[in-house]
């Protein structure tokens, strides 16, 4: 089968299979799955564009997607003015307190000579600077954690569209991505790893502890939709959607009449409102995954689309070529860490609630691994693909799985401890089934799904 119509046949797979979800369960939760498949797939062009394109095992997605979440926190929600006025001044003298340190160190990195003086100069503006800071930071962080804790306790965000904090969640992103890159690109592959991984870890547990920033495990919900999306209640009292929702469902409704034809309609409204609020998602999340899979295949198509796949398959050659291997590497992280922080902000918007403690490296990193795997790293729409897929099995596995270890049981004695264990166990049967299905994708085409080589000289 060729690459074109493989790749027509695997989105027509998972277009047909998301409408049997919906005949057969709810549209609803297919609805839902198709917004998190697209939101998952931007992820994994993120990654694709770091492992795919260069090579670099960045296993901290985790990080980067919480920091777009984080994002959407402090651009959408209002400013908590009680938190301002109780520790907003010093805690803007602890920042300037810590920029005029980091501009010291810096100057007597740079202008002094290297030695004992240098070395002893350094770490005293680092102590130093260090309990200034504190001085000005720990009043201003317990005044503000302790305005009103129960409802607010942190100074909240700018009050502005959250639609903007896709962009700024990909800024935070890619800064975060600079400065580790700064110190850890130049590591081997699985350093770089481990690097990621702690460092992700080290974020979340920020977010999860400094309550004024984001309420930390007491979380932040409520946050506003974009403008394009309507919430539910308001659409339930809309006369015009009420009368779309009449029109639409005429011939249900003709068959039924008084109270009952009444509370048919009322039942209807209110899963339709749902569904309309689902679909107005979609097109915005729809619109986003357009765009930077087109930019994304316009890169890897230009020079230095070719120039950075040189450098991943040869760093020794591409840098005798003239070729600043580091740079490039630092702006493929870059670039990559920033469209999985505006996925990051899109899933926030999308469940309208931040929490810390929802960031976990099973869903966050390794799933969106297995997406690019599984899909065909190198290959932007084997990413897109693969993100469906993955998650697509991965919702369903947690309904399917349990089913299928009751079958599989069902001819052991009820009494049999064997029985009890594996029913006990059906929980992991998700995983079990993501295993399997790697591993049959990669023993059969090892190259994933859609396999890079599919386009030679227009790679898609």
Not at 186 to 205: N, P, V
Request: hydrophobic share 55%; with cysteine.
């Amino acid at each position: 089968m060729s690459l074109p119509l493989r790749a027509f046949s695997g989105f027509a797979i998972i277009a047909i299979l998301l409408v049997l979800v919906g005949i057969t369960q709810s549209w609803n939760v297919a609805l839902a799955m198709a917004n998190l498949g697209i939101i998952s797939a931007i992820m994994a062009l993120g990654v694709n564009i770091q492992w795919g394109y260069a090579g670099l095992f960045n296993v901290g997605i985790m990080g980067f997607a919480a920091l777009g979440g984080m994002a959407a926190v402090l651009v959408s929600r209002d400013p908590v003015a009680t938190a301002w006025a109780a520790g907003g001044a010093n805690l803007g003298l602890a920042l300037v307190v810590f920029a005029a340190v980091v501009a010291l160190v810096t100057y007597l990195v740079r202008t002094m000579k290297k030695g004992v003086a240098k070395n002893l100069s350094v770490t005293l503006a680092i102590i130093i600077g260090y309990f200034a800071i504190r001085y000005f930071y720990d009043p201003a962080v317990n005044a503000i954690e302790a305005d009103d804790p129960a409802s607010s306790g942190f100074l909240g965000g700018l009050g502005l569209p959250i639609t903007l904090s896709w962009f700024v969640g990909g800024v935070f992103a890619a800064g975060a991505a600079w400065l580790i890159g700064k110190v850890a690109l130049g590591l081997r592959s699985d350093y770089l790893a481990i690097a990621t991984l702690g460092i992700s870890e080290i974020l979340i547990a920020m977010m999860k502890n400094e309550d004024w920033l984001t309420r930390g495990v007491k979380n932040v919900t409520g946050l506003d939709r974009p403008v394009t999306v309507p919430y539910e209640v308001d659409l339930q009292v809309s006369d015009t959607f009420i009368g779309w929702v009449e029109w639409w469902n005429a011939s249900a409704l003709s068959a039924v009449s008084g109270d009952e034809r009444i509370a048919l309609l009322k039942n209807l409204v209110i899963e339709q409102s749902s569904i309309f609020v689902k679909l107005s998602y979609m097109s915005l999340f729809l619109a986003v995954l357009l765009v930077i899979l087109a930019l994304c295949v316009f890169a890897l198509a230009s020079p230095w689309g070719r120039m950075v796949r040189a450098i991943r398959d040869n760093e020794v050659s591409a840098a005798a070529m003239g070729k600043n291997v580091k740079r490039r590497h630092l702006q493929i992280f870059v670039l990559g860490s920033a469209v999985v922080g505006i996925a990051g902000a899109m899933l926030t918007t999308l469940d309208g609630a931040f929490f810390p403690t929802s960031y976990q490296p099973l869903r966050y990193t390794f799933l969106i691994w297995v997406m690019v795997i599984v899909g065909g790293s190198g290959n932007n729409l084997g990413s897109v693909l693969g993100a469906f897929l993955i998650w697509f099995i991965w919702i369903q596995a947690e309904y399917v799985g349990p089913l299928a270890m009751e079958w599989a049981v069902s001819s052991l004695d009820p009494a049999s401890p064997i029985r009890a264990h594996l029913l006990d166990s059906a929980q992991h049967m998700r995983l079990f089934i993501m295993g399997i299905v790697m591993l049959t994708v990669m023993r059969f085409s090892p190259g994933g799904l859609l396999p890079e080589r599919l386009a030679l000289h227009k790679r898609v």
